[in-house]
């Protein structure tokens, strides 16, 4: 909570391109601070998301480098080394469109950069921004 406090605080008063200009290296930061596996990750999903949904902008959500529509997180990566866990995860918020039926994944563990991953992650990139 925190953290989410704190970013707040960043960019409060700002507005507009300097705003935006704030947290897209805020995002930059927090992919640049990650090591490893979570780096390579949230690297490959900072630049599948400015090739297929350039509408989204960076930013830090909780201090995970996300991606947002209209102020609201549509896609976000939280790096194993956060939780200790073996593996990061890419997360998808409500406003991402990947509705599918009934039921629907919203959340894919991701333990490394592969094509098969870089491809399947522009597919849902593509998909979650319609």
Same mark, same amino acid.
């Given at each position: 909570? %925190?953290q989410?406090?704190?970013?707040l ?6 507005k !507009?391109?300097a705003k935006?200009?704030?947290e ?5 930061? %927090?992919?640049?601070?990650?090591? *490893?596996?979570?780096?390579e990750?949230?690297?490959?999903l900072?630049?599948?998301v400015? &090739? ?6 960076? $930013?830090t959500w909780y !201090?995970?480098p ?5 102020g609201?997180?549509?896609?976000f990566?939280q790096? %194993?080394s $956060?939780?200790?866990?073996?593996? *990061?995860?890419? !997360?998808?918020?409500?406003?991402a ?7 629907w994944?919203?959340?894919f563990?991701?333990?490394g950069? @592969?094509p098969a991953? &870089?491809? @399947?992650l522009?597919?849902?990139?593509a998909?979650s921004?319609?």
């Amino acid at each position: 909570m %925190a953290q989410r406090a704190e970013e707040l605080r960043s960019t409060k008063g700002l507005k !507009g391109a300097a705003k935006q200009a704030a947290e897209l290296e805020a995002c930059i930061a %927090a992919i640049d601070a990650l090591t *490893g596996t979570d780096r390579e990750v949230a690297t490959l999903l900072h630049r599948v998301v400015t &090739e297929e949904a350039p509408q989204l902008a960076p $930013k830090t959500w909780y !201090g995970f480098p996300s991606y947002a529509r209209e102020g609201k997180v549509v896609v976000f990566y939280q790096p %194993a080394s $956060k939780f200790d866990t073996r593996y *990061g995860t890419v !997360g998808f918020q409500e406003d991402a469109l990947l509705d599918d039926g009934d039921m629907w994944a919203t959340s894919f563990a991701v333990v490394g950069v @592969t094509p098969a991953v &870089e491809k @399947t992650l522009r597919e849902l990139v593509a998909r979650s921004v319609g």
